[in-house]
């Protein structure tokens, strides 16, 4: 994944099975692409006129070869901005290591580079603003620059000099970093606002369904990528194709899968979501729709994962839930394994869940829908596969499904319910037997918190043994216990 300079990753929600239509992201197919970028920089050293390095890493450098079919700007920018992004990285590196000949071959590269960039991206865009006219000629003044000054370096010996040289050589790259970042993402925020258009003005249900595939697609590139989309209100666009039954399920479950890589509440960024509150309702109603009529695991799991990001995002979706009978929709699907069968799946209800037993009038929904019981049963997630990720989302519904627990036995009658289903004893065995939590510490404070809760309500439900070990001293002190324990296997 391409991330633009000071960006971060974002991970995509992993999805069990065979994918959808237009949401294949085949590993080695990508992989190949990449490929398509490495080789040898042999032809560019001699139409520069250097000699050919000899060092030992020569052969891992990057240029451009093959790359994006024409008249594709995204694409172009794509697979250009990661080659940029990756020689401005190793740049720094040999700076950081006094390789002066590295630094210099690599910046009369990353040169080639972005005049490359910048020459294909004219050719196949529309016309340039004026804007990006100046920072265009800002990143090539600043590319030639650093070409010169590191060819100076080459010729100093002195040390002192040498030293004060990086220093400006440092700041060079620093600058023209942000250059190249401010470039990258006017560009991309304009083919990102062509998409989102193409959408809006679009009566073909198949264009329609290919575009929001695109900005699917684009989603998985990282966190810039979705804070552009947020930006230039491509949430807005996604909200009309999950309220229009007209587009097919898979259409609406990809805009779904947008709506929850966008809100997401791991990115850094919040501010250019403020034109989502005025269509929440619809997307809220729309995915709850969603999410009752799905035909498929694939198809719950990201309408239930938008909702989630959601109740993370304002407060006000969870009231909207309420009022959406949401909680009997969640679980009624529980038993559904067509719609319901993964750890990853039960991870969204139990986030909606936990968000959701913040207020008062939850309580008593789980408590009529025989929520309680569901909820214990998610303190016995266990995975099937053991991979990583999948040990990883049981964890996480463990955990949650102890928040959640401990914030709906605020209300006395969820307490005697749940002292009634045995999740005392439960609790106690994942506090007290690492194996059972997966030695997690997070799944250990949450059961702490929820039996203290618990034995708050229903204290002559615990032996005494539990209560002077589990309940009666601080939480921290618990805590240390607990972690520190080891299983017996007499």
Same mark, same amino acid.
């Given at each position: 994944?391409?991330?633009? %300079?000071?960006?971060? #990753? ?25 490929? &398509? ?12 006129? &250097? %000699? ?26 794509? &697979? ?5 992004? $990756? ?28 005049? *490359? ?10 016309? /340039?603003?004026?804007?990006? =006219?100046?920072? !265009? ?25 040498? &030293? ?48 929001? =595939? ?6 998985? !590139? ?24 007209? #587009?097919? !399920? ?13 809100? /997401? ?6 501010? #250019?979501? =403020? ?23 694939? +198809? ?14 304002? $407060? ?47 309580? *008593? ?37 102890? +928040? $959640? ?29 690492? /194996? !059972?939590?997966? *030695? ?16 708050? +309500? ?12 589990? +309940?009666? %001293? ?17």
């Amino acid at each position: 994944m391409m991330a633009l %300079p000071g960006g971060r #990753h974002l991970d995509s929600i992993p999805l069990p099975g065979q994918r959808l239509h237009l949401m294949q992201v085949d590993s080695v197919q990508r992989w190949m692409e990449d490929l &398509k970028l490495m080789t040898e920089c042999e032809c560019m050293c001699v139409l520069q006129a &250097k %000699p050919i390095s000899l060092e030992e890493d020569a052969q891992s450098d990057l240029i451009l070869a093959g790359g994006p079919g024409p008249g594709d700007p995204l694409q172009l920018l794509l &697979k250009r901005g990661w080659v940029i992004s $990756t020689e401005l990285r190793r740049i720094g590196q040999k700076l950081a290591q006094d390789r002066w000949a590295r630094v210099h071959s690599m910046s009369v590269r990353l040169t080639c580079h972005a005049r *490359s960039m910048v020459s294909e991206y004219s050719a196949v865009s529309r016309s /340039s603003s004026q804007e990006m =006219g100046q920072i !265009e000629k800002l990143l090539m003044e600043k590319c030639s620059e650093l070409s010169a000054i590191t060819e100076r370096c080459l010729q100093v010996e002195n040390e002192h000099v040498l &030293k004060s040289m990086k220093a400006c050589v440092s700041e060079t790259l620093s600058t023209l970093g942000q250059h190249f970042g401010q470039l990258l993402e006017l560009a991309l925020t304009r083919e990102v606002q062509a998409l989102v258009r193409k959408i809006n003005a679009s009566d073909n249900i198949y264009t329609t369904e290919s575009t929001t =595939g695109n900005l699917f697609s684009l989603t998985q !590139e990282g966190a810039p990528l979705c804070r552009i989309i947020a930006k230039v209100d491509g949430v807005l666009c996604l909200a009309d194709i999950l309220t229009d039954d007209s #587009h097919s !399920e898979a259409t609406r479950a990809e805009a779904a899968a947008v709506v929850a890589q966008v809100t /997401s509440p791991h990115l850094p960024f919040t501010q #250019h979501l =403020g034109s989502f509150l005025e269509s929440m309702e619809e997307i809220v109603t729309a995915l709850i729709k969603l999410c009752q009529e799905a035909s498929s695991g694939e +198809v719950f799991l990201l309408a239930s994962a938008a909702l989630a990001n959601i109740t993370f995002f304002d $407060t006000m979706a969870c009231e909207m839930l309420l009022q959406l009978n949401a909680i009997r929709v969640l679980l009624e699907a529980c038993s559904d394994k067509q719609r319901v069968d993964t750890p990853y799946t039960r991870d969204q209800i139990v986030t909606i869940l936990a968000n959701m037993s913040v207020l008062e009038q939850c309580a *008593s929904d789980i408590i009529q829908e025989n929520g309680v019981q569901l909820i214990m049963g998610m303190l016995s997630e266990k995975p099937r596969s053991g991979t990583p990720a999948e040990v990883a989302a049981c964890e996480r519904v463990q955990q949650k499904a102890a +928040v $959640t627990l401990a914030r709906l036995s605020r209300d006395p009658e969820v307490a005697r319910e749940a002292v009634r289903l045995s999740c005392m004893s439960r609790l106690i065995e994942l506090c007290r037997s690492p /194996s !059972e939590r997966n *030695s997690s510490d997070a799944v250990l404070v949450a059961c702490l918190a929820a039996l203290r809760r618990l034995a708050g +309500v229903c204290p002559e439900s615990l032996q005494d043994s539990d209560f002077q070990q589990l +309940v009666q %001293p601080r939480l921290v002190d618990s805590f240390l216990l607990c972690s520190n324990m080891e299983e017996s296997f007499v």
